[in-house]
């Protein structure tokens, strides 16, 4: 399936990487440098999944998830954070955050996460529209 | 009566007693002597007239004897006519005449009468006489002679021998009568002498038991009343109502008593409460020795240089004997050779100076353990001696010391740490970079691409960058614990799991002995894994390729005074060279491990010491390595390191 993703990291060879992974698999991806450019791209759009980096200048990665929230509740948030600083990741998760990525050199976990997420998402919106149609 | 003389008697002052006493007898003596003086004079009287009446006697006799003398003298004139006969008669006459004076002197009244009578008589012979003589001297001698033959006179003496009769009668009446009043007299002597001395002697009888009575009875009560009571320490003086010496003896004694007693009472109070005070003082000195001997500080005194005292923990400090009587000589031999001199000499100047000083020394034990020592000494005064007086305090700072040492050492790596972390965390970004961007190139090639292994080489040295920031990053990151009592064997036997790969490639064997002890140990499990991974798989590493064995135990063992664990893993590698194991647990040291970022040693260094544990190394070349690590079983406090 083809998702809308929106990936905010400030590191170019980076986001340039994730960016380029996803697209293979037939995903729409938008790379953002920050936290205040994804929030207001999604002012105009909202994507089915955002990968948000923990540590950005301008927002963190937790205050871009708090607006997110605030914007859209099905919206999901995945973070990615260094190695060292899974705690405060885990902090995130239980603010809202689906999963937290830890980024490794050769970013063989950004895929699997990614789709087990979006699948996630599947799931929840067939529960949401059957049980509508249930209420209807 | 008696008892108001004896009361008056008592009041009287004892030399009065005594004058009076003494003057009783005195008296009773003179009237006796004068009545036997008296009696003595009457009798003298009495031989007096005794004498007189012998005297009469004696005259009379001799006034007959002239008489006869002159009857005699005037025959034999009568006879011869001659003068010269005559003479007799007239001396005779004389003679009588003279007595006849004398006798008159003598005799009484009525005597003197009846001498007149004698007198008469004698006038009447010697009247005639005289006649006759003249009528001879006439020439008529024939009445003369007729005057003889008649015998007139003798009848004249005849009546003159009468009445001596009569005289001598009387006379003899009156010396018997003389003879009766003197014998009188003597009895009545003798009754007056043995009568005063009795009544003499009976008064000083009475006088003396006066004066017993007066005098030494009570004296004699007084002291039996003050040695009767053996008891007692103080009796009771009972007094006497007088107004003598004896009765303000008695009151003095009484008071004298009374004051005694209540010395004595007090005395008695004070010895109580001085008892009490030296239970009080032995009370406390034990305390104060008890607080002494077992304080957890040396504490010691010198006089002057000298040592005098050490208390128990001082002596254990030297790591003497602490029941041992103290040695100077043994317990400054314990003070390490590099320090002895300054130790003495840093002290003779404040001893010399009289101001108190502090140093650090070390003891040297027996069996070769150092303690550090923070020795303070300062003079008190109150002691009267010429040299001053010093009290001391020793304190075993070594594990202060060491704790200082390892602080110092702990900020530094944790100063290299921070460094090296914001290093790591700067590199991470640019490595993942690289490695996620060298990650797609390679998903680009073709699998029989020639440039994939190329650009693998890329992403795989990447990776051990990456590796080595995240080990920085996991040195330097503030360790906190998450405590949890586990088994320690579970925990290695996870271990060789994780392992397992690596021992079965190089035929290694694990051989744990753990089961005498009681392995549960309180810890963050998750970093004992960390450590007992780093350290077996170094040990892995040392292990030749032979199937050697690696031999881990686990002992209790107490160390600095806590319980513990002690692991020992033990390999039989090639071992480390003595000049290289004390760099063993430096960061960054590397003994040419061939994946090693030489944090490994480091990081297990952390983790165990923020358990407050200790982690050391022995090594042998040739023979293996040793690496011991001790844990205390609880953790008291938590130690967040960063």
């Known amino acids: 399936m083809q998702a809308s993703i929106y990936v905010a990291d400030d590191e170019p060879a980076l986001l340039n990487a994730i960016v380029k992974r996803l697209s293979k698999g037939q995903h729409k991806v938008r790379a953002f440098k920050s936290g205040d450019e994804l929030l207001a791209a999604v002012e105009q759009d909202i994507p089915d999944l955002v990968l948000v980096d923990m540590k950005m200048p301008g927002k963190t990665g937790i205050e871009t998830l708090a607006a997110l929230r605030a914007k859209s509740r099905d919206v999901v948030v995945i973070l990615l954070t260094a190695y060292g600083t899974v705690e405060e990741a885990v902090e995130a998760m239980k603010l809202g955050a689906y999963d937290f990525i830890i980024k490794t050199v050769d970013l063989q976990l950004v895929e699997p996460v990614v789709n087990r997420a979006l699948e996630h998402a599947l799931r929840r919106q067939v529960a949401d529209v059957a049980k509508d149609k249930a209420d209807h | 009566?008696?008892?108001?003389?004896?009361?008056?008697?008592?009041?009287?002052?004892?030399?009065?007693?005594?004058?009076?006493?003494?003057?009783?007898?005195?008296?009773?003596?003179?009237?006796?002597?004068?009545?036997?003086?008296?009696?003595?004079?009457?009798?003298?009287?009495?031989?007096?007239?005794?004498?007189?009446?012998?005297?009469?006697?004696?005259?009379?006799?001799?006034?007959?004897?002239?008489?006869?003398?002159?009857?005699?003298?005037?025959?034999?004139?009568?006879?011869?006519?001659?003068?010269?006969?005559?003479?007799?008669?007239?001396?005779?006459?004389?003679?009588?005449?003279?007595?006849?004076?004398?006798?008159?002197?003598?005799?009484?009244?009525?005597?003197?009468?009846?001498?007149?009578?004698?007198?008469?008589?004698?006038?009447?012979?010697?009247?005639?006489?005289?006649?006759?003589?003249?009528?001879?001297?006439?020439?008529?001698?024939?009445?003369?002679?007729?005057?003889?033959?008649?015998?007139?006179?003798?009848?004249?003496?005849?009546?003159?021998?009468?009445?001596?009769?009569?005289?001598?009668?009387?006379?003899?009446?009156?010396?018997?009568?003389?003879?009766?009043?003197?014998?009188?007299?003597?009895?009545?002597?003798?009754?007056?002498?043995?009568?005063?001395?009795?009544?003499?002697?009976?008064?000083?009888?009475?006088?003396?038991?006066?004066?017993?009575?007066?005098?030494?009875?009570?004296?004699?009560?007084?002291?039996?009343?003050?040695?009767?009571?053996?008891?007692?320490?103080?009796?009771?003086?009972?007094?006497?109502?007088?107004?003598?010496?004896?009765?303000?003896?008695?009151?003095?004694?009484?008071?004298?008593?009374?004051?005694?007693?209540?010395?004595?009472?007090?005395?008695?109070?004070?010895?109580?409460?001085?008892?009490?005070?030296?239970?009080?003082?032995?009370?406390?000195?034990?305390?104060?020795?008890?607080?002494?001997?077992?304080?957890?500080?040396?504490?010691?005194?010198?006089?002057?240089?000298?040592?005098?005292?050490?208390?128990?923990?001082?002596?254990?400090?030297?790591?003497?004997?602490?029941?041992?009587?103290?040695?100077?000589?043994?317990?400054?031999?314990?003070?390490?050779?590099?320090?002895?001199?300054?130790?003495?000499?840093d002290f003779s100047r404040a001893v010399a100076a009289g101001r108190q000083c502090e140093m650090i020394f070390r003891f040297v034990h027996a069996d070769g353990g150092v303690l550090t020592i923070l020795s303070r000494r300062v003079p008190i005064s109150g002691f009267d001696s010429p040299a001053p007086i010093y009290v001391g305090f020793n304190i075993d700072i070594t594990a202060l010391h060491t704790l200082q040492l390892r602080l110092s050492r702990t900020e530094k790596l944790a100063t290299l740490g921070q460094v090296a972390a914001g290093i790591a965390h700067e590199l991470r970004n640019p490595l993942v970079g690289i490695g996620s961007t060298a990650s797609l190139l390679l998903d680009d090639f073709e699998p029989s691409d020639p440039r994939r292994a190329e650009v693998d080489v890329i992403l795989q040295e990447t990776k051990r960058l990456d590796r080595i920031v995240n080990q920085i990053v996991d040195y330097a990151k503030p360790r906190g614990l998450a405590l949890d009592r586990f088994v320690l064997s579970d925990l290695i036997n996870d271990v060789i799991k994780v392992l397992s790969g690596q021992l079965e490639a190089k035929h290694i064997k694990i051989r744990a002995s753990l089961s005498a002890v009681d392995d549960h140990l309180y810890a963050d499990r998750d970093q004992i894994k960390q450590v007992l991974i780093n350290v077996i798989d170094n040990a892995i590493d040392a292990s030749p390729m032979d199937g050697s064995v690696i031999e881990i135990t686990a002992n209790e063992l107490f160390h600095h005074e806590q319980p513990g664990i002690t692991m020992r893993i033990r390999d039989a590698g090639k071992g480390i060279p003595p000049e290289v194991l004390p760099r063993i647990f430096e960061p960054f040291f590397t003994s040419g491990k061939r994946h090693g970022t030489g944090l490994g040693m480091a990081i297990c260094k952390n983790i165990i010491e923020s358990h407050h544990g200790d982690i050391h190394l022995t090594s042998e070349v040739g023979t293996g390595t040793t690496v011991s690590i001790w844990m205390p079983l609880s953790q008291d406090t938590q130690l967040v390191k960063g």
């Open chain 2, 1 to 345: 009566m008696y008892k108001r003389i004896a009361g008056l008697f008592n009041n009287l002052p004892i030399l009065h007693k005594l004058l009076l006493i003494s003057t009783i007898p005195l008296v009773s003596l003179i009237l006796a002597s004068v009545l036997i003086y008296i009696k003595v004079q009457n009798i003298s009287h009495d031989e007096e007239r005794l004498n007189n009446t012998y005297l009469i006697q004696e005259a009379t006799a001799q006034y007959m004897k002239l008489m006869v003398d002159m009857e005699t003298g005037f025959r034999g004139y009568v006879l011869t006519e001659d003068a010269r006969d005559f003479t007799p008669y007239q001396n005779a006459l004389k003679n009588l005449r003279e007595i006849e004076h004398n006798l008159e002197k003598r005799l009484s009244g009525d005597q003197q009468q009846k001498l007149k009578d004698a007198e008469v008589i004698v006038n009447r012979f010697v009247t005639e006489k005289e006649e006759l003589v003249r009528d001879i001297q006439a020439g008529r001698k024939s009445l003369a002679i007729q005057y003889i033959k008649e015998g007139r006179g003798r009848v004249l003496m005849s009546d003159f021998r009468d009445w001596m009769a009569q005289l001598e009668k009387f006379e003899q009446q009156s010396a018997s009568d003389e003879f009766a009043q003197m014998s009188l007299d003597r009895t009545s002597v003798l009754l007056a002498i043995l009568g005063g001395g009795l009544f003499t002697f009976g008064l000083m009888i009475g006088a003396l038991f006066l004066i017993a009575r007066s005098i030494a009875i009570p004296l004699a009560n007084l002291s039996k009343a003050v040695g009767a009571s053996t008891g007692e320490l103080c009796p009771v003086i009972p007094v006497l109502d007088r107004k003598d010496e004896i009765g303000g003896l008695t009151r003095v004694m009484r008071e004298m008593s009374h004051q005694v007693r209540e010395h004595l009472d007090h005395v008695v109070r004070s010895e109580a409460s001085l008892r009490i005070l030296n239970q009080e003082l032995a009370a406390s000195e034990s305390r104060y020795r008890g607080l002494v001997d077992h304080a957890p500080i040396g504490i010691f005194m010198t006089k002057g240089m000298q040592l005098t005292f050490s208390n128990r923990h001082n002596q254990v400090l030297a790591g003497l004997d602490p029941d041992k009587p103290i040695d100077p000589v043994t317990l400054r031999a314990r003070i390490h050779s590099e320090d002895l001199d300054r130790v003495t000499s």
